[in-house]
C-alpha cells in the first residue's frame, strides 16, 4: 500500500469520525433542548439542585463523546504508524534501485573493458595465427606409410661413405629434394648424419638441411 493509500483512508476515516462527532454533539444539544424544555414546564428548582443537574449532564454529554474520540485516537495512531512504515518501506526501494543501478553501471563498465581487451588482442591474435599456418606450411610430415622405408634408406645412408653421402644430399637438395634428405637424415643416428652435413661442400645447403630437421614431424 503506499503513501497516496493510506492518506486517502486516512482522510475518508478522519471524515467519518467527524461526521459522528457532530451527530452526537447535535443529539447532545438536542437533549439538552428538550431537558431545558423540560425544566421549564416544571417549577423552578433551587439554585444548588440546578448546578448539580447541570453537572451531572455536562458529565453525561462527556462520558458519551469519550469512547468517540479514543477510537478516532487509535484510529490515527494505526494511520501514522502505517504511513511511517510506507515511507520506510519506499526508503528501502530507493536504497535498493541505487544498488541496483550501481551493479548495472558496474556490469556496462566491465562490458567495455571485455570489448576493448578483445579489440586489443584481434592483432596479436591474428599474427599468431598468420604464423601458425606458416608453421604448419614449413612442417615436413612423414606419413606413418614412409616410415619403414626412410629407415632402410637412413641405414644405407650412414653405412656408406661419408663424402659420397653428402654429395648424394647435396644433389637432392639441388634437385628440390631438400625435404626428402631431411626425412631420410631424421632416421639416422647423431653422428653419421652428422658426418653426411660436414661432407656437403656448400655450408649453406648443410644449414638448410639442419633447419629442416627441425621442423619435421611423424604422423600417428
Not at 61 to 66: N, T
Not at 183 to 188: A, G, P, V, W
Not at 194 to 207: F, Q, S
Request: proline share 3%; glycine share 2%.
Amino acid at each position: 500500500m503506499n503513501i497516496k493509500k493510506i492518506v486517502i483512508i486516512g482522510v475518508v476515516t478522519a471524515a467519518s469520525f467527524g461526521v459522528m462527532f457532530g451527530l452526537s454533539k447535535r443529539k447532545a444539544h438536542e437533549r439538552q433542548q428538550q431537558e431545558a424544555a423540560a425544566a421549564a414546564s416544571k417549577p423552578a428548582a433551587s439554585e444548588p439542585a440546578h448546578a448539580e443537574a447541570e453537572q451531572a449532564r455536562a458529565a453525561a454529554e462527556v462520558a458519551a463523546l469519550r469512547p468517540q474520540e479514543k477510537a478516532l485516537e487509535e484510529m490515527q495512531r494505526e494511520y501514522r504508524q502505517k504511513l511511517d512504515a510506507c515511507r520506510k518501506k519506499e526508503e528501502e526501494l530507493a536504497t535498493l534501485a541505487k544498488r541496483v543501478q550501481l551493479e548495472q553501471d558496474l556490469l556496462k563498465k566491465q562490458a567495455q573493458d571485455l570489448e576493448t581487451l578483445q579489440m586489443q588482442l584481434v592483432a596479436p591474435l591474428t599474427r599468431l595465427k598468420e604464423a601458425q599456418a606458416e608453421l604448419q606450411k614449413s612442417r615436413v610430415t612423414i606419413a606413418a606409410s614412409e616410415k619403414a622405408n626412410l629407415k632402410r634408406t637412413a641405414t644405407i645412408y650412414a653405412s656408406m661413405d661419408a663424402a659420397a653421402g653428402g654429395r648424394i644430399l647435396a644433389d637432392m637438395v639441388a634437385n628440390n629434394k631438400e625435404d626428402d634428405a631431411a626425412r631420410i637424415l631424421f632416421y639416422m643416428q647423431e653422428r653419421p648424419a652428422a658426418k653426411l652435413l660436414a661432407e656437403i661442400p656448400d655450408r649453406g645447403t648443410a644449414a638448410k638441411l639442419f633447419d629442416r630437421l627441425k621442423v619435421i614431424k611423424e604422423e600417428s
